[in-house]
């Protein structure tokens, strides 16, 4: 589906749609410009395609530094059109699967306790047990039965899944035990 709108600030105005998004700017608009609706729409799935007349290397290299898919001059191909819209709508199916599966990951989480997190930080490091339980003052029996938990909560049967999981929601390792 395709919709038009008549300007950055009536498009801002809508509710965000729910599925892939690519949204087709020019540089040049009245009110807010296509880089200026770039900048505020940062941090949502839309990606970008510019369509513009009026094209300077600096906005361009700052569209593109910023994200937007592709960067096209007036008069434009169809073909080179319709490539750069179907290009943009596979990323952002890929952004919104990722962000998906980050928020699953990250709800996983929040059902470890503080020790839970902070055990499950040094396995993923690849840390041992005997390793785990020195570093935090612990006994090694308190440990697997921490450890145990944390695969549960987080639905995994082996460290090599709680560390992909640990990194979709963006989890850094706790620094090696020795």
Do not use: W, Y
Not at 28 to 54: E, K, N, S, W
Not at 74 to 88: F, G, M, N, Q, T
């Amino acid at each position: 589906m395709a919709e038009t709108f008549a300007s950055a600030e009536e498009f801002l105005g809508q509710a965000e749609h729910d599925g892939p998004a690519c949204l087709v700017l020019d540089v040049q608009m009245p009110g807010l410009d296509g880089l200026g609706l770039q900048q505020a729409l940062a941090g949502r799935h839309v990606q970008i395609v510019f369509l513009t007349g009026q094209c300077g290397v600096p906005q361009c290299a700052h569209a593109m530094k910023a994200g937007a898919v592709d960067f096209l001059t007036k008069p434009v191909d169809d073909e080179d059109l319709l490539a750069a819209v179907s290009h943009a709508l596979i990323r952002s199916v890929e952004v919104r699967r990722a962000a998906g599966e980050r928020i699953a990951a990250r709800a996983l989480l929040d059902a470890l306790t503080p020790r839970e997190f902070e055990v499950m930080r040094f396995v993923i490091a690849g840390s041992l047990n005997k390793q785990i339980a020195d570093a935090l003052g612990a006994a090694e029996k308190t440990i697997k039965i921490h450890r145990g938990r944390v695969m549960e909560k987080m639905g995994v049967f082996s460290v090599a899944e709680l560390v992909r999981v640990a990194q979709t929601a963006g989890v850094t390792p706790m620094p090696a035990a020795t």
